[in-house]
């Protein structure tokens, strides 16, 4: 065995570390739109939180359609191919966007962007610009979330070709950890470059990014069987599985494609829904509001010191906290003995205990901006953990052919939650500004009232969603076909 360790190549961990650049890529295009929109888009637009909470919403709710559809478009193409199509097409819709401005500008005939800027809200003049905006706008987020919607179903399949069940979890959590990096290096880079560009250079900037991408992807990646940097003793890692399968008397068989309609047929497929149901509006409701909740509530805008720290150390915590996070079903398989889903479903729970702190955000917000930052960030590295355990779950329970397909359908449903608390949130969020003290929760008004409740909301979904998973498939059950 250890000199099977000297041996093997490791062409697989440099497959992952691809997977990491392309999520990172993805998420920072995701958050252009957020660290840009309040202090800079806003007033060019004259849009209100309703407005931004409409083109946020519809675009979870575009993705999540797209989901449902590309993971078998992904399962039929091929890994590669299908990737390349979805970078490409939402690295085009990324820097799309820059020209949302000036097609507004044209489409109403003033002169200038600054004259279009100088409009006094509330007249009708705003409200058709602050329209048309939010229409360009939903344009190029619908072409972005068709192509980012097949980030992660390629992804997981390429995880699935590439690593055998027990190391997937911690694969997995590698590559989604590019979310929370992606996340962490946005503040950094992308308020500097719209106050010192022009809100219009960070979407082409940043979208630019995925075309470069794209060269590494075509140059590196084939299946393990067909890559000349994989040899015989990382294929044989590789595909332990398969030779488990051999030797408990199944016979090896060509694998044979799942259609749609039976994917429904399979409680596993719903319990994945569920935990995707349950968890993924939270994180999407952090991505796209909390920096609208440093400037709303503690008036740190995104391009000032302290907002762009504020949000980085969220994004810290996500990053390195998760990881460590993702150990643990490793913890009770390896060193408890435990059959893999079940020590997956106990570290599951335990991960879901972890959003309950959410709770405090914003009571101890009172007396520093920080600790929202602090709690935020644990509530979002619980959540990648999570995110990073529930991938694996298809893995262990559904043949690879089906990966894609499964992972787009509970994507799916994911993004309709995530459309619902984002659309929700936004008209919450006039709604109680416009109340002001009228609107009161356990001791606080106005907005900050309304983003306790909604605190509040995410923190106990993942408990819920863990609940309605376990009552599925309480125990390990492959699909056999």
């Known amino acids: 065995m250890s000199t099977q360790k000297k041996l093997m ?101 003033y002169e200038s962007l600054e004259a279009m800027r100088m409009v006094e809200d509330g007249t009708a003049a705003a409200t058709a610009i602050a329209s048309t905006g939010v229409w360009l706008f939903l344009c190029c987020r619908g072409l972005l979330g068709l192509g980012e919607s097949g980030n992660f179903p390629a992804a997981i399949k390429v995880t699935a070709e590439y690593f055998p069940k027990k190391d997937r979890a911690f694969a997995t959590s590698i590559f989604n950890s590019g979310a929370s990096v992606g996340a962490l290096i946005a503040p950094l880079v992308i308020p500097p470059l719209a106050k010192a560009m022009g809100w219009e250079w960070a979407f082409i900037i940043i979208g630019a990014l995925g075309f470069i991408w794209m060269g590494f992807f075509v140059k590196w990646y084939d299946k393990p069987e067909d890559s000349k940097h994989v040899n015989a003793e990382e294929l044989a890692y590789i595909q332990q599985d398969d030779q488990v399968a051999v030797t408990t008397e199944e016979q090896p068989v060509a694998e044979q494609s799942v259609p749609f309609l039976r994917c429904l047929t399979f409680k596993q497929t719903w319990s994945f829904c569920a935990g995707k149901f349950f968890s993924d509006g939270v994180w999407w409701f952090m991505l796209f509001w909390a920096p609208n909740y440093f400037q709303d509530v503690y008036g740190y805008k995104a391009s000032s010191g302290t907002g762009m720290l504020l949000i980085m150390t969220l994004y810290f915590i996500v990053t390195f906290l998760s990881i460590a996070l993702c150990k643990l079903p490793n913890y009770f398989v390896d060193k408890k003995g435990m059959e893999i889903y079940s020590g997956r479903m106990r570290a599951m729970f335990l991960i879901a205990l972890i959003p309950l702190v959410g709770l405090l955000a914003q009571p101890l917000g009172a007396y520093s901006a920080w600790w929202p930052a602090i709690i935020i960030g644990l509530v979002g590295a619980g959540h990648q953990a999570w995110s990073a355990n529930i991938f694996s779950t298809i893995g262990d329970m559904f043949p690879k052919s089906a990966v894609a397909t499964i992972v787009g359908i509970g994507t799916m449903a994911g993004g309709i939650s995530s459309f619902l608390i984002n659309w929700l949130s936004g008209k919450f969020f006039v709604y109680a500004e416009n109340l002001g003290s009228q609107f009161s929760f356990m001791g606080f008004e106005g907005k900050p009232a309304a983003y306790f409740i909604v605190f509040c909301i995410c923190a106990v979904c993942y408990l819920v969603g863990w609940t309605v998973m376990k009552t599925l498939v309480p125990k390990y059950k492959p699909i056999v076909l």
């Open 9 to 109: 190549t490791n062409w697989r961990w440099w497959i992952c570390s691809l997977l990491f650049v392309a999520t990172t890529v993805n998420y920072l295009d995701r958050q252009v739109l957020s660290l840009t929109a309040k202090e800079f888009i806003y007033p060019d637009f004259h849009w209100t939180d309703a407005d931004y909470g409409i083109i946020t919403s519809y675009f979870s709710l575009f993705y999540a359609f797209c989901t449902l559809f590309v993971g078998k478009f992904v399962d039929w193409i091929g890994t590669k191919k299908g990737y390349l199509i979805a970078i490409g097409l939402w690295s085009t819709a990324a820097c799309l966007h820059a020209f949302c401005g000036v097609a507004t500008q044209w489409i109403h005939g």
